[in-house]
């Protein structure tokens, strides 16, 4: 899991927590964010769905 209000995570901080998720054969992760800007937002939106 991920959580931080603060600040948005880099989009590689992101995409590392969710392939280690993956690595360790968790059913699911979670990202928890709070977007502030419209590049915040485009950020999350360019995360690969898998």
Not at 18 to 26: K, N, S
Request: hydrophobic letters at 45%.
């Amino acid at each position: 899991m991920l959580y931080d209000f603060q600040q948005r995570p880099t989009k590689k901080e992101i995409i590392n927590c969710l392939t280690l998720a993956e690595e360790t054969g968790a059913d699911s992760a979670k990202i928890a964010v709070m977007p502030k800007t419209l590049v915040d937002v485009l950020v999350l939106l360019s995360l690969p769905i898998q």
